[in-house]
T-cell receptor, first 111, second 108 residues
């Protein structure tokens, strides 16, 4: 099993719909992150969490919310999806030392 | 925030050729990683290298933190090396800053 698992892998949804992207990890890391990737813009941070009670906004948090249900689970929600939220979304984890581990990504299309 | 610049933005290589990708960053960092994003979108960690030199097979990386740059070397390139290579850094550990990547195409 992958260390960081994202579901779904691909999703097409309609404008205005609520959608949740889920991330779970088996690395035992406290820190979890959500990024989105758009062509030509690299990856940008949406939200991050250092533990279940510590959630912080990243540089592009508008239109998104998150929930850290447990140390191993960090979900990203789009309450009312819009077309410019079409992107590739990545979840990542990090321990107190060492680098980041990324999930395989969720390709979201809002039509 | 910190600026992360990668060069070249695009690179086309003949299979078997060697290449060097560069990452410059504008401030001191406490973490630097190189990632490969394959054509299917998966992001694969290549190196965690805030300083020094590491090697893994045909790939190696060097970070000179005092001069604020890192290099990724690809030797004897293969078509499976195609994709986008990202350099990413953190300053305080709270946020990861990505460069815009180098798009590599290896042709047979």
């Amino acid at each position: 099993d992958a260390d960081v698992t994202q579901t779904p892998r691909n999703r097409i949804t309609k404008t205005g719909k609520r959608i949740m992207l889920e991330c779970s990890q088996t690395k035992g890391h406290d820190r979890m992150y959500w990024y989105r990737q758009d062509p030509g813009l690299g990856l940008r941070l949406i939200y991050y969490s250092f533990d279940v009670k510590d959630i912080n906004k990243g540089e592009i948090s508008d239109g998104y919310s998150v929930s850290r249900q447990a140390q191993a689970k960090f979900s990203l929600s789009l309450e009312s999806a819009i077309p410019n939220q079409t992107a590739l979304y990545f979840c990542a984890t990090k321990g107190r030392s060492g680098g980041y581990t990324f999930g395989s990504g969720t390709r979201l299309t809002v039509v | 925030g910190i600026q992360v610049e990668q060069s070249p933005p695009d690179l086309i290589l003949q299979e078997g050729a060697n290449s060097t990708l560069r990452c410059n960053f504008s401030d001191s960092v406490n973490n630097l990683q190189w990632f490969h994003q394959n054509p299917w979108g998966q992001l694969i960690n290549l190196f965690y290298i805030p300083s020094g030199t590491k090697q893994n097979g045909r790939l190696s990386a060097t970070t000179v933190a005092t001069e604020r740059y890192s290099l990724l070397y690809i030797s004897s390139s293969q078509t499976t090396d195609s994709g986008v290579y990202f350099c990413a850094v953190t300053v305080t550990g709270n946020q990861f800053y990505f460069g815009t990547g180098t798009s590599l195409t290896v042709i047979p």
